[in-house]
Nanobody, 123 residues
Framework: VQLQASGGGLVQPGGSLTLSCKAT????????MAWYRQAPGKEREFVAA????????AYIDSVKGRFSISRDNAKNTLYLRMNSLKPEDTAVYFC?????????????????WGQGTLVTVSS
């Protein structure tokens, strides 16, 4: 399985961006998927996760009400819609895919990782 994240860029505070993560390869094995982020000088942190069906979703508290995770299994693509962006959202955003069906925040539960896409929130 290969994951390709895209959609990052420079946006002003209060602005919006939508990240995409395209999965290729043995995609039939993918179950839960997630977004993580890593800000400069900080550890990678969980942002959001979604089950295969989309019925199960989890967010880190700091993005609840602003970010929305979704997936289109027909297109093998994961999305992260980010609204009301803040400077503290600046980070490299990574998508991840799990072979398991648990909705998990633990990075060791994810088997595949994308290369990351940079989001910079600045005026």
């Amino acid at each position: 399985v290969q994951l390709q994240a895209s959609g990052g860029g420079l946006v002003q505070p209060g602005g919006s961006l939508t990240l995409s993560c395209k999965a290729t390869g043995s995609i039939y094995a993918i179950n839960s998927m997630a977004w993580y982020r890593q800000a400069p000088g900080k550890e990678r942190e969980f942002v959001a996760a979604i089950s295969w069906s989309g019925a199960g979703i989890a967010y880190i508290d700091s993005v609840k009400g602003r970010f929305s995770i979704s997936r289109d299994n027909a297109k093998n693509t994961l999305y992260l819609r980010m609204n009301s962006l803040k400077p503290e959202d600046t980070a490299v955003y990574f998508c991840a895919a799990s072979l398991g069906d648990r909705l998990t925040r633990a990075p060791y539960d994810y088997n595949y990782w994308g290369q990351g896409t940079l989001v910079t929130v600045s005026s």
